[in-house]
């Protein structure tokens, strides 16, 4: 099929402002544990936008690993692209792509780092293996080939072999403290449901209908 015929209609539900929660920590938990329980292929993946010096936005996918007061929690190679580019800009946004429930939920914020006691613990909750990449990837560096990869993680391998993998200096991971939220949720006819959670005074959050 041609691309510009390729089309479905959103019948999965419908959301009113009489169903959403007040918080939207707590709208987001519902809709999580929904998309989770619909089997929905990594549902903790989030799309990541960053935006660089020169005002060029990048987005890439990473995974929600907590959500918390200090917000949304994720790891990552401090090096790498997104991280050089958090550092000059904190906002970010990341999208939440749950097409099976015909939802996606957006979420604005600005990031702050995780401390590096708390990402060592995370770090040493992952697999053994995904611990000795952290080790082997210069995450978003040219490389000469996979062989080179390989090689540098039988080295890490080597290296570590009997003992704990220590955490990289230049691992750790994110905040994105939300400033602003959006629930959508298709619908017939192209006349979606979309609310928008924005903060209000005292830490109050402004709940609008936005139009489709
Ligand atoms: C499903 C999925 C989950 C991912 N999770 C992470 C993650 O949690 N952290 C991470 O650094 N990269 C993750 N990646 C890889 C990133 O999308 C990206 O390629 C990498 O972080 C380099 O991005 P950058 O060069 O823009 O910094 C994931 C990719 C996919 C497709």
Do not use: C
């Amino acid at each position: 099929m041609s691309l510009k015929d390729e089309r479905r209609e959103y019948r999965y539900g419908r959301l009113n402002r009489a169903g959403l929660l007040e918080s939207p920590y707590a709208q987001f938990d519902m809709w999580m544990q929904q998309a989770q329980t619909a089997g929905i292929n990594d549902a903790t993946a989030m799309v990541l936008a960053t935006v660089d010096a020169a005002g060029q936005p990048r987005q890439r996918t990473v995974l929600l690993k907590g959500i918390g007061q200090q917000g949304l929690t994720f790891f990552t190679n401090l090096n790498s692209t997104k991280a050089r580019e958090m550092a000059t800009n904190t906002r970010v946004s990341v999208l939440f792509p749950w097409l099976a429930l015909d939802r996606q939920v957006s979420v604005m914020g600005t990031v702050t780092s995780v401390a590096v006691e708390d990402a060592q613990a995370y770090f040493h909750s992952r697999p053994r293996e995904s611990q000795l990449a952290a080790w082997t990837s210069a995450q978003s560096q040219p490389i000469e080939s996979r062989a080179v990869l390989d090689a540098d993680f039988e080295a890490a391998s080597e290296r570590f072999k009997g003992q704990e993998i220590p955490m990289p200096e230049f691992w750790g991971g994110f905040y994105i403290a939300p400033t602003a939220w959006e629930f959508w949720q298709g619908g017939e006819n192209r006349l979606h449901d979309r609310f928008r959670y924005s903060q209000g005074t005292n830490d109050a959050w402004i709940i609008e209908r936005l139009s489709p």
